[in-house]
């Protein structure tokens, strides 16, 4: 599977939103450098792991709107926004935050992201 095929598979199979599914794709030495408009923040496996369990538990759902996917080599870029959907309001959809990530492929599992966010 190429890069870009596994970095797809993983938006369009929603693994986002589950911890077990994300197992699957993180590499166990992932790295992620995260430039947000709240500051910088360095994650690794499992604090990715603990983040997207607590973005569960603090909405009633959510989902991405994908507008670029674009791929060199084991290199993929992601241009997104993630909407979720307030527990209070589980009807009325609201925008997260603007993402761009970089992620780097390694032994099919993503290995490095560099990622920069603006709240929606």
Do not use: C
């Not at 241009?79 to 099919?108: C, G, K, S």
Request: aromatic share 12%.
């Amino acid at each position: 599977m190429s890069a870009k095929e596994l970095v797809s598979e993983y938006y369009s199979s929603e693994a986002y939103k589950s911890k077990e599914l994300m197992r699957h794709y993180l590499h166990d030495d992932l790295v992620i450098q995260w430039h947000s408009s709240k500051g910088y923040l360095q994650l690794d496996k499992n604090d990715l792991l603990t983040l997207a369990e607590e973005l569960v538990k603090s909405y009633s759902s959510s989902s991405l709107d994908i507008t670029h996917i674009i791929s060199e080599d084991n290199i993929v870029t992601v241009r997104y926004t993630h909407y979720v959907y307030p527990i209070e309001t589980p009807n009325e959809q609201m925008p997260l935050a603007h993402f761009v990530v970089i992620w780097e492929v390694l032994d099919n599992k993503f290995y490095k992201g560099y990622l920069m966010s603006q709240v929606g």
